[in-house]
């Protein structure tokens, strides 16, 4: 009985249309691997490989896959900038968006931005095939440790984009004169952000704050 489960599920695959998926990653290694493991599967086909925001935007629209898996923190472009701008144009399109952290905030525009799901690159090998399936049947995939971090975040106030351009300057070493002339604005102002970010955050200084930000993907290294 297995032998003949094992012949129908192979004839199946040969006569539904495999899953087609871009894999896009700054990291050819890791892009190799993906793609060598979603080419191994009967029910898949790699259709493309990009290595950063503006070449996934570019494949997609050449491929137009089923499914994309992209990474979201890339070089030229980010993935969640790519996601808006595939969405843009696609809107039925189904990306899986790797990581590696767990930071609300990151998985928070992510999601806003249409994302159909999650992998943190920690568990990539262990749940990679599954999320294809899920999300190319119309599924999400969040895994158990981003639910509950977006969990333990929900209704806390986020940083604007302001603050988060605030915060970043200082992050880099510049003093509050500093970061007013870099943003064009009043050195008062830059206080102001200031003092909204550390409430926000519940830091007790602007090192606190950049730290408690890289933590929950305002920042990035």
Do not use: W
Not at 76 to 100: K, Q, Y
Not at 104 to 112: V, Y
Not at 118 to 137: G, P
């Amino acid at each position: 009985m297995p032998c003949y489960i094992g012949r129908m599920f192979e004839s199946a695959c040969t006569t539904i249309s495999p899953i087609r998926v871009l894999v896009v990653d700054d990291h050819p290694m890791l892009r190799a691997g993906l793609a060598e493991t979603i080419a191994a599967q009967p029910d898949m086909r790699l259709a493309g490989e990009a290595a950063d925001g503006r070449e996934a935007v570019s494949a997609f629209a050449a491929c137009r896959p089923d499914v994309t898996i992209m990474d979201i923190a890339m070089p030229e472009m980010c993935g969640v900038t790519a996601l808006r701008a595939i969405r843009n144009d696609f809107s039925h399109a189904r990306i899986v968006m790797l990581t590696t952290y767990k930071g609300d905030a990151q998985i928070r525009r992510a999601l806003q931005a249409g994302a159909s799901g999650f992998l943190l690159k920690s568990s990539v090998r262990k749940e990679l095939l599954d999320a294809i399936r899920a999300v190319h049947a119309g599924l999400r995939h969040v895994p158990s440790d981003i639910a509950m971090e977006l969990a333990q975040h929900m209704g806390e106030p986020v940083l604007s984009d302001r603050e988060t351009e605030v915060l970043r300057c200082a992050a880099a070493g510049n003093s509050n004169k500093r970061i007013a002339q870099q943003l064009a604005i009043a050195e008062e102002t830059v206080k102001a952000h200031m003092r909204t970010i550390l409430s926000k955050l519940g830091a007790n200084d602007r090192t606190h704050a950049v730290t408690l930000a890289l933590q929950r993907g305002f920042l990035s290294l």
